[in-house]
């Protein structure tokens, strides 16, 4: 054997205590199970003067339009900002954050599990070639067996490598993913209480996909012309979330409409207003309003 199980446990934990400390840095310390708050201890990292980084993330978005030229621009500044007095209170922000926070926190669990049984796998296949190897040549000097020794440690090297590239893809992907979700739900929870004295089925918002969105985004949220399409902010509230489903089953909705999804967040359309090509709202007057609403749905 070249590498020993007791080095695969400790790799394995190394793994787990990366992926904890992640977390730790991004949601409240009170999501970690005991066992990871214990592992962490053990391991003398602190569980206190780590920033609630969703909660603060979600008020931000709440708090400010997208194109508001008053919003923090710094991370620092967001911070700043969300201590202070402006943190939405109530029912419907504290289960949205919840819901972030758990959504993130199951994300993170999958990829450490991946990440894990990729690396067991490298391990054992080097493994099991080095002891064939062995067999094949019992009477090796030592020499050889040094250089063979040293191929094979190349290998897993150059294997490791290829997956901690494909992991940083993977872990980037799944914070894309878990921030479009944030800003999409704080972004529509701010809408619906803007409207709260408002049938929400009356209430049009939209999304503005980047020009590089792919030809699902800009099916749900352009219309034939290429202007924003306009969808009742329940109908895409109503859709879910479209994790874990096959393209042929995505639906517009307030989240990210899949992984790596390049599209804004859900806007109002005011009303009385019309969205233009690039997303921005001019003024047409309230007279044909809803026959304009009903020609971009
Ligand atoms: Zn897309």
């Known amino acids: 054997m070249i590498i020993s199980k007791d080095t695969l446990e400790r790799i394995k934990q190394l793994i787990e205590l990366k992926y904890t400390g992640l977390l730790l840095k991004l949601l409240n310390p009170e999501v970690l199970s005991s066992q990871q708050k214990k592992d962490l201890l053990d391991s003398n990292v602190s569980l206190s003067n780590y920033y609630d980084i969703i909660r603060y993330l979600y008020t931000y978005n709440f708090n400010y339009d997208i194109d508001d030229p008053t919003k ?39 990829l450490k599990q991946v990440v ?42 150059k294997k490791l490598r290829e997956t901690s590239k494909e992991v940083n893809r993977d872990w980037q992907r799944v914070v894309v993913t878990e921030l479009t979700n944030l800003i999409g739900i704080a972004h529509t929870d701010k809408i619906i209480m803007d409207n709260a004295d408002t049938d929400l089925d009356t209430v049009f918002v939209y999304r503005k ?24 902010i329940t109908e895409l509230i109503g859709n879910g979330s479209n994790y ?54």
């Open 209 to 232: 996909p980047m020009s590089d969105a792919c030809r699902w985004c800009k099916e749900f949220y352009l219309t034939s012309s290429d202007t924003p399409k306009l969808y009742p």
């Open 116 to 157: 894990i049984n990729n690396i067991s796998s490298i391990f054992l296949e080097a493994n099991e070639e080095y002891r064939r190897g062995i067999l094949q040549d019992l009477d090796r000097s030592e020499t050889l067996e040094s250089v063979f020794k040293e191929k094979f440690i190349n290998q897993i090297t």
């Open 244 to 297: 874990g489903k096959k393209n042929s089953e995505w639906l517009p909705v307030v989240g990210a409409t899949h992984p790596w999804s390049r599209t804004s967040p859900p806007i109002q359309l005011k009303p009385g207003f019309k969205v233009n090509l690039d997303g921005t709202q001019s003024f047409m007057g309230l007279k044909d309003w809803l026959d304009y609403v009903k020609n971009n749905l």
């Open 72 to 110: 923090p621009n710094s991370f620092k500044e967001i911070i700043v900002d969300a201590i202070s007095n402006r943190t939405p209170n109530g029912d419907v922000h504290t289960s949205a954050i919840s819901y972030l926070e758990q959504s993130l926190n199951t994300a993170i669990e999958k």
